[in-house]
């Protein structure tokens, strides 16, 4: 944060679970233990600093972390960011809702991917909100993997992305996929910047962490796709970028106009039936 400072930066984004070791890797069944993961709500005792550091140097930030939320009364566990100005107090907050992995221990596994096990699905949608000159939007990992995520942002009229992740190398179960792992991140950002007209600002948590080795490729992609910066190691890295909200209007006035060009009403009836064709009937 001081470093981004010191480089100029308005905004900080931190990774998905910055707090804490990636603990979904892990088969966990005492609660305690597993709610030790967890911060009870922000500013905790334990991140205030950040939250104050963050108003002494006027730089706002993005920060992941696990969420233990009691809603309607009940205990609720969430993977959560926050979205945080730069006069330290919170804009907004969301909660993961693409949650990847699997709900049952897999022991042959070198490493387990229990999300579905620690966190509930998210229960905010995809807010957006009028910050940092612009308006800004969040997800957390596996989100940016679905073109609903950058969709609905963009229709909300994001300008700006942010998504934190946690992306191990390898899949135990597709390691077919391992050696795509870098190309199909990627990819996943470069499309959703283009297709909706915005900034994604994608921030991992890389290196081995806990004997997991995770990717990095913390990239800044541009309204038009393109990787305007990345980082270049596995360690610690800054990277910075100038991001010009105003270089989102070419796409979203011009080939990416969803009032101009966008046919929903024209699209047939959305089914996850095969073979479903075109509107009011089915091809012999
Ligand atoms: N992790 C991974 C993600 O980037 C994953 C899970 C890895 C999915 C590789 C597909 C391929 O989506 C988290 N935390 O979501």
């Not at 946690?166 to 135990?172: A, F, K, V």
């Not at 270089?247 to 011009?254: F, L, N, P, S």
């Amino acid at each position: 944060m001081r470093q981004a400072h010191e480089c100029g930066c308005d905004l900080v984004v931190f990774t998905e679970c910055a707090l804490t070791a990636f603990f979904p890797h892990w088969y966990m069944e005492d609660e305690d233990e597993i709610d030790s993961y967890f911060e009870r709500g922000l500013p905790s005792d334990a991140t205030r600093p950040l939250f104050e550091e963050a108003a002494r140097l006027n730089i706002g930030f993005y920060l992941g972390f696990a969420e233990l939320a009691f809603v309607d009364g009940r205990k609720r566990r969430f993977n959560s960011s926050v979205l945080v100005g730069g006069d330290g107090r919170i804009v907004g907050k969301f909660r993961k809702i693409h949650l990847p992995g699997h709900e049952d221990h897999r022991p042959g596994n070198p490493f387990q991917n229990l999300e579905k096990r620690y966190f509930d699905v998210g229960d905010l949608g995809f807010p957006t909100w009028n910050a940092f000159g612009g308006v800004v939007g969040m997800c957390i990992c596996n989100d940016r993997r679905w073109p609903e995520t950058y969709r609905v942002l963009g229709l909300r009229g994001a300008e700006m992305v942010l998504v934190g992740y946690n992306t191990p190398y390898h899949i135990p179960e597709h390691p077919e996929m391992d050696r795509l792992a870098d190309f199909h991140h990627q990819l996943s950002l470069q499309s959703g910047a283009y297709q909706n007209g915005c900034w994604v600002v994608a921030v991992a948590k890389a290196g081995v962490e806990e004997g997991v080795s995770q990717i990095g490729k913390t990239s800044i992609i541009a309204p038009s796709g393109e990787i305007a910066a990345e980082s270049r190691s596995l360690d610690d890295e800054l990277v910075v970028c100038r991001c010009d909200l105003d270089a989102t209007t070419a796409y979203k006035q011009g080939v990416l106009n969803f009032a101009g060009n966008r046919r929903i009403e024209h699209y047939g009836p959305i089914t996850s039936q095969s073979g479903a064709s075109a509107p009011g009937g089915t091809e012999k």
